[in-house]
Protein backbone atom coordinates (compact mmCIF):
# COMPACT_ATOMS: atom_id res chain seq x y z
CA UNK A 1 0.00 0.00 0.00
CA UNK A 2 1.51 3.34 -0.93
CA UNK A 3 0.67 5.88 1.59
CA UNK A 4 3.31 8.44 0.82
CA UNK A 5 2.40 11.98 -0.35
CA UNK A 6 4.10 12.51 -3.29
CA UNK A 7 4.42 16.33 -5.24
CA UNK A 8 6.69 15.82 -8.17
CA UNK A 9 5.95 12.42 -9.49
CA UNK A 10 2.57 10.50 -9.65
CA UNK A 11 2.55 7.00 -8.62
CA UNK A 12 -0.11 4.45 -9.78
CA UNK A 13 -0.56 0.68 -10.39
CA UNK A 14 -1.24 -1.38 -12.99
CA UNK A 15 -3.49 -4.64 -12.50
CA UNK A 16 -2.51 -5.01 -9.25
CA UNK A 17 0.90 -6.13 -10.51
CA UNK A 18 3.00 -3.55 -12.28
CA UNK A 19 4.13 0.08 -10.46
CA UNK A 20 3.86 2.92 -13.01
CA UNK A 21 5.78 5.92 -11.93
CA UNK A 22 5.31 9.64 -13.57
CA UNK A 23 8.50 11.78 -12.98
CA UNK A 24 5.86 15.34 -13.02
CA UNK A 25 7.99 18.45 -12.62
CA UNK A 26 6.29 19.22 -16.19
CA UNK A 27 7.19 23.09 -16.36
CA UNK A 28 11.17 21.82 -15.94
CA UNK A 29 11.26 19.03 -18.24
CA UNK A 30 11.04 16.32 -15.58
CA UNK A 31 14.88 18.20 -14.40
CA UNK A 32 15.93 15.80 -11.19
CA UNK A 33 16.05 17.89 -8.45
CA UNK A 34 17.00 16.48 -5.00
CA UNK A 35 13.16 16.28 -4.26
CA UNK A 36 12.00 14.22 -7.63
CA UNK A 37 15.13 11.78 -6.97
CA UNK A 38 13.80 11.26 -2.90
CA UNK A 39 10.25 10.90 -4.20
CA UNK A 40 11.33 8.62 -7.15
CA UNK A 41 13.73 6.41 -4.82
CA UNK A 42 11.14 6.05 -2.12
CA UNK A 43 8.36 4.92 -4.46
CA UNK A 44 11.15 2.34 -6.61
CA UNK A 45 10.80 1.23 -2.71
CA UNK A 46 7.88 0.55 -1.67
CA UNK A 47 6.90 -1.15 -4.90
CA UNK A 48 9.76 -3.51 -4.38
CA UNK A 49 8.89 -4.24 -0.82
CA UNK A 50 5.27 -5.22 -2.30
CA UNK A 51 4.91 -8.63 -2.94
CA UNK A 52 2.11 -7.63 -5.30
CA UNK A 53 4.35 -5.91 -7.73
CA UNK A 54 6.45 -7.83 -10.17
CA UNK A 55 7.79 -5.02 -12.41
CA UNK A 56 8.10 -1.17 -12.01
CA UNK A 57 7.88 1.62 -15.41
CA UNK A 58 9.48 5.16 -14.48
CA UNK A 59 7.86 7.15 -17.51
CA UNK A 60 8.08 11.07 -18.02
CA UNK A 61 5.93 13.70 -19.91
CA UNK A 62 5.40 13.32 -24.20
CA UNK A 63 7.58 16.27 -24.58
CA UNK A 64 10.38 15.28 -21.65
CA UNK A 65 11.52 11.95 -19.67
CA UNK A 66 13.84 13.94 -18.19
CA UNK A 67 16.16 16.88 -19.81
CA UNK A 68 18.82 16.24 -16.87
CA UNK A 69 19.96 16.94 -13.46
CA UNK A 70 18.23 20.53 -12.20
CA UNK A 71 20.62 23.19 -13.80
CA UNK A 72 19.46 25.82 -11.52
CA UNK A 73 19.90 23.51 -8.42
CA UNK A 74 23.75 22.98 -8.84
CA UNK A 75 24.51 26.65 -10.98
CA UNK A 76 25.63 27.77 -7.92
CA UNK A 77 27.00 24.51 -5.93
CA UNK A 78 31.04 24.79 -4.98
CA UNK A 79 33.06 21.64 -4.54
CA UNK A 80 32.20 21.20 -0.96
CA UNK A 81 28.00 21.14 -1.76
CA UNK A 82 28.63 18.61 -4.39
CA UNK A 83 30.82 16.34 -2.94
CA UNK A 84 29.10 16.43 0.43
CA UNK A 85 25.54 16.97 -0.43
CA UNK A 86 22.85 14.53 -0.76
CA UNK A 87 21.86 15.15 -4.20
CA UNK A 88 24.91 14.10 -5.70
CA UNK A 89 26.30 11.12 -3.58
CA UNK A 90 22.97 9.34 -2.25
CA UNK A 91 19.63 9.81 -3.62
CA UNK A 92 20.72 8.83 -7.15
CA UNK A 93 21.90 5.39 -5.70
CA UNK A 94 18.63 3.83 -4.71
CA UNK A 95 17.37 2.75 -8.06
CA UNK A 96 20.41 0.21 -8.07
CA UNK A 97 19.35 -1.25 -5.02
CA UNK A 98 15.77 -2.18 -6.32
CA UNK A 99 15.56 -6.24 -7.07
CA UNK A 100 12.47 -6.32 -8.98
CA UNK A 101 12.94 -5.37 -13.12
CA UNK A 102 12.52 -1.50 -13.46
CA UNK A 103 11.78 -0.44 -17.53
CA UNK A 104 12.25 3.29 -18.59
CA UNK A 105 9.61 4.00 -20.93
CA UNK A 106 11.57 7.27 -22.50
CA UNK A 107 9.46 9.71 -24.78
CA UNK A 108 10.87 13.20 -25.83
CA UNK A 109 14.19 13.92 -23.92
CA UNK A 110 16.11 12.10 -21.97
CA UNK A 111 19.28 14.13 -21.81
CA UNK A 112 22.35 14.22 -18.74
CA UNK A 113 21.13 12.76 -15.85
CA UNK A 114 17.47 11.98 -17.53
CA UNK A 115 19.50 9.74 -19.49
CA UNK A 116 21.67 8.18 -17.19
CA UNK A 117 18.24 7.79 -15.27
CA UNK A 118 16.92 5.64 -18.14
CA UNK A 119 20.27 3.98 -18.26
CA UNK A 120 20.33 2.72 -15.17
CA UNK A 121 16.95 0.81 -15.53
CA UNK A 122 17.04 -2.46 -16.42
CA UNK A 123 15.82 -1.67 -19.86
CA UNK A 124 14.80 1.44 -22.27
CA UNK A 125 11.18 1.38 -24.56
CA UNK A 126 11.70 4.66 -26.43
CA UNK A 127 8.76 6.16 -28.68
CA UNK A 128 9.60 7.39 -31.90
CA UNK A 129 10.43 11.46 -30.66
CA UNK A 130 12.94 10.14 -27.96
CA UNK A 131 16.21 12.24 -27.94
CA UNK A 132 18.87 10.64 -26.13
CA UNK A 133 22.50 12.74 -25.11
CA UNK A 134 24.73 13.39 -22.61
CA UNK A 135 25.35 17.25 -23.19
CA UNK A 136 26.97 18.01 -19.90
CA UNK A 137 29.90 19.24 -21.75
CA UNK A 138 28.38 22.27 -22.81
CA UNK A 139 27.77 23.41 -18.96
CA UNK A 140 31.39 23.02 -18.22
CA UNK A 141 31.09 19.27 -16.49
CA UNK A 142 30.81 15.67 -17.79
CA UNK A 143 28.14 13.02 -16.89
CA UNK A 144 27.75 12.36 -12.80
CA UNK A 145 25.80 9.55 -12.84
CA UNK A 146 27.11 6.85 -15.09
CA UNK A 147 27.10 8.08 -18.12
CA UNK A 148 30.34 8.13 -19.25
CA UNK A 149 30.50 4.27 -17.88
CA UNK A 150 27.22 2.83 -18.96
CA UNK A 151 27.06 4.55 -22.26
CA UNK A 152 30.26 2.68 -23.91
CA UNK A 153 29.04 0.00 -22.39
CA UNK A 154 25.39 0.70 -23.98
CA UNK A 155 26.62 1.66 -27.66
CA UNK A 156 30.25 1.11 -27.83
CA UNK A 157 33.44 3.87 -26.98
CA UNK A 158 32.83 5.52 -30.86
CA UNK A 159 29.34 6.62 -30.31
CA UNK A 160 29.91 7.26 -26.36
CA UNK A 161 32.43 9.58 -27.39
CA UNK A 162 30.63 11.26 -29.69
CA UNK A 163 28.19 12.13 -27.58
CA UNK A 164 29.97 12.75 -24.25
CA UNK A 165 32.28 15.11 -26.25
CA UNK A 166 30.16 16.96 -28.39
CA UNK A 167 26.81 17.09 -26.52
CA UNK A 168 24.99 16.08 -29.68
CA UNK A 169 21.40 14.39 -29.47
CA UNK A 170 20.85 11.08 -30.93
CA UNK A 171 17.41 9.90 -32.13
CA UNK A 172 15.10 6.78 -31.29
CA UNK A 173 16.58 5.40 -34.23
CA UNK A 174 20.15 5.63 -34.04
CA UNK A 175 19.54 4.83 -30.18
CA UNK A 176 18.02 1.95 -30.88
CA UNK A 177 20.56 0.63 -33.93
CA UNK A 178 23.23 0.87 -31.03
CA UNK A 179 21.60 -1.00 -28.33
CA UNK A 180 20.97 2.09 -26.31
CA UNK A 181 16.91 0.60 -26.13
CA UNK A 182 15.54 -2.07 -26.60
CA UNK A 183 12.47 -1.21 -28.72
CA UNK A 184 11.42 1.99 -30.92
CA UNK A 185 7.61 2.00 -30.82
CA UNK A 186 5.26 4.84 -31.91
CA UNK A 187 4.46 7.99 -29.28
CA UNK A 188 1.09 6.82 -29.14
CA UNK A 189 1.66 3.09 -28.23
CA UNK A 190 4.72 4.14 -25.58
CA UNK A 191 2.71 2.59 -22.68
CA UNK A 192 0.92 0.04 -24.33
CA UNK A 193 3.84 -1.69 -24.97
CA UNK A 194 5.83 -1.10 -21.81
CA UNK A 195 2.70 -1.96 -19.85
CA UNK A 196 2.72 -5.15 -22.33
CA UNK A 197 6.23 -6.07 -21.31
CA UNK A 198 5.71 -5.44 -17.69
CA UNK A 199 2.61 -7.25 -17.14
CA UNK A 200 4.53 -10.29 -19.20
CA UNK A 201 7.30 -9.90 -16.75
CA UNK A 202 4.85 -10.11 -13.67
CA UNK A 203 3.57 -13.20 -14.41
CA UNK A 204 7.10 -15.10 -14.12
CA UNK A 205 8.28 -16.50 -11.38
CA UNK A 206 9.22 -13.15 -9.44
CA UNK A 207 12.31 -15.43 -7.97
CA UNK A 208 13.56 -16.31 -11.42
CA UNK A 209 13.14 -12.68 -12.50
CA UNK A 210 15.21 -11.36 -9.83
CA UNK A 211 17.61 -13.95 -10.53
CA UNK A 212 17.73 -13.22 -14.84
CA UNK A 213 18.09 -9.46 -13.75
CA UNK A 214 21.21 -10.32 -11.48
CA UNK A 215 22.87 -12.39 -13.54
CA UNK A 216 22.76 -10.38 -16.68
CA UNK A 217 23.99 -7.20 -14.04
CA UNK A 218 26.97 -9.49 -13.71
CA UNK A 219 27.83 -9.73 -16.61
CA UNK A 220 29.24 -5.99 -16.26
CA UNK A 221 31.13 -6.80 -13.52
CA UNK A 222 34.04 -8.66 -13.06
CA UNK A 223 35.46 -11.76 -15.67
CA UNK A 224 33.23 -13.87 -18.33
CA UNK A 225 34.22 -16.94 -15.94
CA UNK A 226 32.64 -15.26 -13.13
CA UNK A 227 29.65 -14.46 -14.49
CA UNK A 228 28.94 -17.95 -16.23
CA UNK A 229 29.73 -19.61 -12.84
CA UNK A 230 27.52 -16.79 -11.09
CA UNK A 231 24.59 -18.24 -13.47
CA UNK A 232 25.33 -21.28 -12.74
CA UNK A 233 24.98 -21.60 -9.12
CA UNK A 234 21.62 -19.14 -9.67
CA UNK A 235 20.82 -22.07 -12.44
CA UNK A 236 21.30 -24.91 -9.98
CA UNK A 237 19.34 -23.40 -7.04
CA UNK A 238 16.05 -21.98 -8.97
CA UNK A 239 15.49 -26.01 -8.36
CA UNK A 240 14.85 -25.05 -5.29
CA UNK A 241 11.70 -22.90 -6.16
CA UNK A 242 8.38 -24.41 -6.15
CA UNK A 243 8.06 -22.33 -9.25
CA UNK A 244 10.24 -24.31 -11.21
CA UNK A 245 8.78 -27.14 -10.68
CA UNK A 246 5.17 -25.73 -11.78
CA UNK A 247 6.72 -23.91 -14.86
CA UNK A 248 8.35 -27.19 -15.96
CA UNK A 249 4.82 -29.49 -14.98
CA UNK A 250 2.67 -27.08 -16.90
CA UNK A 251 4.68 -26.84 -20.17
CA UNK A 252 5.40 -30.99 -19.62
CA UNK A 253 1.03 -31.13 -19.61
CA UNK A 254 0.75 -28.58 -22.34
CA UNK A 255 -1.01 -25.99 -19.73
CA UNK A 256 -0.31 -22.37 -18.73
CA UNK A 257 1.82 -22.19 -15.39
CA UNK A 258 0.69 -20.10 -12.61
CA UNK A 259 3.33 -18.41 -10.65
CA UNK A 260 2.83 -18.39 -6.18
CA UNK A 261 6.63 -16.91 -6.46
CA UNK A 262 7.50 -19.23 -3.97
N1 LIG B 1 17.44 21.88 -15.40
C1 LIG B 1 16.63 22.89 -15.04
N2 LIG B 1 15.69 23.41 -15.86
C2 LIG B 1 15.58 22.88 -17.09
C3 LIG B 1 16.40 21.82 -17.54
C4 LIG B 1 17.37 21.31 -16.62
N3 LIG B 1 18.19 20.28 -16.93
N4 LIG B 1 16.07 21.52 -18.81
C5 LIG B 1 15.07 22.34 -19.14
N5 LIG B 1 14.76 23.17 -18.12
C6 LIG B 1 13.74 24.21 -18.07
C7 LIG B 1 14.15 25.41 -18.90
O1 LIG B 1 15.01 26.23 -18.17
C8 LIG B 1 12.83 26.06 -19.19
O2 LIG B 1 12.43 26.77 -18.05
P1 LIG B 1 11.70 28.23 -18.21
O3 LIG B 1 10.43 27.93 -18.94
O4 LIG B 1 11.50 28.67 -16.81
O5 LIG B 1 12.64 29.05 -19.02
C9 LIG B 1 11.89 24.87 -19.33
O6 LIG B 1 12.55 23.77 -18.69
C10 LIG B 1 11.62 24.48 -20.77
O7 LIG B 1 12.88 24.32 -21.42
P2 LIG B 1 13.25 25.07 -22.80
O8 LIG B 1 12.52 26.35 -22.91
O9 LIG B 1 14.73 25.13 -22.90
O10 LIG B 1 12.64 24.04 -23.84
P3 LIG B 1 13.14 23.76 -25.34
O11 LIG B 1 12.12 22.85 -25.92
O12 LIG B 1 13.48 25.03 -26.01
O13 LIG B 1 14.52 22.95 -25.15
C11 LIG B 1 15.96 21.25 -24.20
C12 LIG B 1 14.52 21.69 -24.57
C13 LIG B 1 16.79 21.08 -25.47
C14 LIG B 1 15.85 19.94 -23.44
C15 LIG B 1 16.60 22.34 -23.31
O14 LIG B 1 15.72 22.65 -22.26
C16 LIG B 1 17.92 21.94 -22.71
O15 LIG B 1 18.93 21.96 -23.37
N6 LIG B 1 17.92 21.59 -21.41
C17 LIG B 1 19.12 21.27 -20.68
C18 LIG B 1 19.64 19.90 -21.04
C19 LIG B 1 20.91 19.62 -20.28
O16 LIG B 1 21.89 20.31 -20.39
N7 LIG B 1 20.89 18.56 -19.46
C20 LIG B 1 22.04 18.15 -18.68
C21 LIG B 1 21.96 18.77 -17.34
S1 LIG B 1 23.42 18.46 -16.39
C22 LIG B 1 23.18 16.91 -15.83
O17 LIG B 1 22.20 16.28 -16.07
C23 LIG B 1 24.28 16.35 -14.99
C24 LIG B 1 23.85 14.97 -14.47
C25 LIG B 1 24.70 14.68 -13.30
C26 LIG B 1 23.93 13.86 -12.30
C27 LIG B 1 24.71 13.81 -11.08
C28 LIG B 1 23.89 13.29 -9.94
C29 LIG B 1 24.64 12.27 -9.16
Redesign the pocket.
Same mark, same amino acid.
Given at each position: EITLAYEVIEVRTEADKVGVITLNRP???N???SQL?DELGDALKAFDADEKIGCIIITGSE??F?? !? *??????AKFSFADAYKGD???RN?ETIRTIRKPVIAAVSG?A??????LAMMCDFIIAADNA?F????I??G?I? !? *?G?TQRLPRAVGKAKAMDLALT?R?MDAQEAERSGLVSRVVPLDKLMEETLGAALQISDFSQIAVMAAKESVNRAFEGTLADGVMFERRLFHSLFATSDQKEGMDAFVNKRKAVFTHQ
Open positions: KQLALNMKAAA !G *ADITAMFITWFLGGGCEKGQPEKLVP !G *AGGM
